[in-house]
């Protein structure tokens, strides 16, 4: 079954989190003056740790999944967006839940009660390989175990899973979804919220901001991987 998935990413929220990126941080290698070096620390110093804590948002070692979405192929919707406190690990495994729920919708029953199952979930996304990449990270550092195989990072695109950005751009391409979906003339997801704004949104406890974001990023995927699955050769 092909389900249509997206995630939203934050940096890590150890309490020891940004104060271990400072420990990382270093002036630049252009200064050479004791008065400069020590002008830095003063003036640009914080700003360049709170860069490098946020850029934790794209490494699966340090950052964290706070909301999913996914659709299905007959209009199943599901999304969640955890709040502060809440279990990264129970959010992960809920979605799984959900997915497989889904699979196991299709299965055939025949009148001798054997089942005929599709496949398992086949996931789709836009820039898929992070996002799953991401996701499978978090499985295996959080130790949650899914119902059904993700895809590792080394998977294939078009083989192991789908992806928009792929399908339309070729291998090492890129193409963003926004760009897609005005070319196509499909509604865009973007508006007053995008991925770098996510972080601060739940920190203001925007929970349900992030969510309707999140499943408008899905459903617009969706729509641009039907359009790219048509048949145009």
């Known amino acids: 079954m092909q389900i249509t998935f997206d995630i939203e990413t934050i940096p890590s929220q150890k309490p020891e989190a940004k104060a271990a990126v400072k420990d990382t941080i270093k002036p630049p290698a252009t200064l ?7 002008a830095w620390w003063e003036n640009e110093s914080a700003a360049a740790v709170e860069d490098a804590y946020r850029k934790q948002s794209f490494d699966a070692l340090h950052g964290e999944i706070i909301s999913i979405a996914a ?10 967006c955890r709040a502060q406190g809440q279990s990264e690990a129970e959010l992960i495994a809920a979605f799984g839940e959900a997915a497989q729920s889904w699979a196991d919708g299709a299965a055939i029953r025949t009148p001798n009660g054997k089942i005929y199952r599709d496949a398992e979930p086949w996931l789709i996304g836009h820039n898929t390989a992070f996002d799953l990449g991401f996701l499978w990270r978090r499985c ?3 130790d949650v175990q899914l119902p059904f195989a993700l895809p590792t990072p080394a998977a294939r695109a078009g083989k192991d899973y789908g ?3 792929a399908t339309w751009a070729g291998f090492g391409g890129k193409v ?3 760009a897609l ?11 007053d919220l995008d991925g770098s704004k996510v972080y601060d949104a739940w920190l203001a406890g925007e929970y349900d ?5 999140n499943l408008k990023d899905v459903k617009a995927t969706a729509a641009v991987w039907e359009r790219l699955n048509r048949g145009h050769g």
């Open 32 to 38: 050479k003056k004791p008065e400069s070096i020590a």
């Open 71 to 80: 659709t299905g192929p007959d209009g199943q919707e599901w999304v969640r």
């Open 140 to 142: 295996a550092l959080l």
């Open 163 to 165: 992806c928009t950005m």
């Open 176 to 178: 963003s979804l926004d």
């Open 181 to 191: 979906c005005k070319g196509m003339g499909i509604e865009t997801s973007k508006g």
């Open 209 to 213: 901001r992030i969510a309707t974001y």
